[in-house]
């Protein structure tokens, strides 16, 4: 071999070199980029996403409008939270009554929502247990529906003006609202006839009978019982079908 020709062997040789080690470094810092778009996009889809809940409109059901909203803090976490009475929209439901003209007789509901991160998350919802707000109360009027929270605890309240009240008390708990409480008052114009007082929770029921035929409003002498109810398990907000038949004892 003679010297022109073992020079230009050596160059290719070194030329061939050179070129597969520049291919294998710029295969290797592709790989890495490769590599690191994975692990970013991995670590896309891995970080988990902050779960928010929804506007209030968002939960009512299609049927159904917007009745009533109440305010308050239901779970005692300081936010205040929302519970919300609807109401249907059937038009076979609209009548026109003789004397009182147009009716809207479609039977409300409620939907209790916990605020959380700036949105709603339903917890409770029952929509058709309470009746319309036109109903016929025959030779007295029909009783008025108010529902508020206070101090944690749902209210469901019906006012029947001189005649008395009664008031359902509800407190959140196993994924529902249990009823805890009731009261009530049976009323002559200002006098007080009786007063009815239960608590599910120690089975305890208190009634007081006004003894005084005479009384005027403040005069009542009240004879007061108590005993012990038989309460087998609490009665879930979302397991009334309607308030009006509603019984509190066994």
Sequence with gaps: MNKKYSLLVTTAFLFLFQSCNYSNKNQTSTEKEKNSVKEENASEIVAPKPQTGKPINDFIPTGYKIFQEIKGDLNKDGVE??????????????????????????????????????????????????????????????????????????????????YGYWTYTFRGKNNDFELIGYDSSENSGPIINSETSINFLTKTKVTKTNTNENAESGDEVFEEKKEKIKVDQLIRLSGIKDFDELETES
Excluded: M, W
């Design 81 to 162: 939270d929302c519970v919300v009475i609807i109401k249907g929209t059937k038009k076979e439901n609209v009548i026109t009554d003789e004397y009182r003209g147009k009716l809207d007789r479609n039977r409300r509901g409620i939907i209790v929502l916990f605020k959380k991160n700036g949105n709603y998350i339903q917890k409770v919802k029952n929509y058709d247990c309470f009746s319309s707000e036109n109903e016929d109360g025959g030779v007295y009027f029909a009783p008025e529906l108010d529902v508020s929270i206070e101090k944690g605890k749902l209210y469901v309240h019906y006012g029947h003006g001189r």
